[in-house]
């Protein structure tokens, strides 16, 4: 049986269902490449008592750890909510076809502790996902989201790449946006969301550039039109 287990956002966010489904399987993997974690595969060994093996792009595209939850329980690990990927859809529709049954456990996500920010979850529009620019590969693709987005006064959330350091994803940003004709304004920064570090910044991007430290993972939320206790409660945080 393969168990896809959402971990919430710090490292005691794993549920109590989560927990018990962790214990009793043989193999315990961690989807590792999506997202900057908080906290060490020390610290969550430590939390579920058991050694947890680290699950590269390639292991689970590959549908390698179907292999093994045909043969006992095996759980894949995923920060946040386990679902956000279509790579676990992926698993979802393989283990069907195989015969290999599944258990899906929920938990919180990103997607749930934006709304600390003041901004009204159903004002958002799609989900924007920046990826981290190499030499002669810039896709600015991402802005053409948030573009659409404005279009219907919606806020944009924009995913960072795992590995993208902040200024680095402010100059993409910069250069995004400007290739796209987009004017940006103040802009959200959300650091590590859902932990005792967690902190939410309102300012510039001018102003934004002079941070320094900002701790993984985090994302940026390019606000549209704001109703008057959205810009009072965004105000407050500086």
């Known amino acids: ?13 794993i549920s109590k269902f989560g927990l018990v489904a962790a214990k009793k399987c043989k193999k315990i993997y961690l989807e590792n490449y999506t997202v900057d974690f908080p906290y060490t595969k020390h610290q969550l060994e430590e939390v579920i008592g058991k050694k947890i093996v680290d ?19 095996v759980a894949l690990l995923v920060y946040g909510s386990p679902l956000t990927a279509t790579t676990h859809i992926t698993l ?10 599944t258990k899906i456990i929920y938990n919180a996500s990103i997607f749930d502790a934006i709304a600390e920010t003041g ?4 004002k958002f529009g799609k989900i924007a996902s920046m990826p981290a620019w190499k030499k002669n590969y810039e896709p600015t693709s991402f802005m053409k989201i948030v573009q659409e987005n404005q279009s219907s006064k919606a806020h944009s959330l924009v995913l960072i790449d795992i590995g993208l350091e902040f200024l680095d994803a402010l100059n993409q940003l910069e250069k995004a946006a400007k290739e796209y004709k987009i004017k940006l ?19 510039t991007i001018e102003e934004f550039k002079e941070f320094s ?22 105000e407050e945080l500086n």
Do not use: W
């Open 185 to 203: 304004n103040k802009l959200v920064l959300c650091q590590v969301l859902g932990t005792s570090n967690r902190k939410i910044s309102y300012k």
């Open 92 to 101: 979802l529709q393989e283990a069907k076809k195989s015969g290999i049954r």
């Open 213 to 234: 430290g900002v701790r993984k993972p985090y994302c940026l939320i390019i606000p549209s039109k704001l109703h008057f206790l959205e810009k009072e409660f965004l």
């Open 119 to 122: 901004l009204q979850l159903y």
């Open 1 to 13: 049986m393969l168990y896809i287990i959402g971990l919430g956002l710090n490292r005691d966010g």
């Open 55 to 73: 699950a590269n792009r390639e292991f689970v595209e590959n549908l390698e750890i179907l292999e093994k939850a045909d043969k006992c329980d």
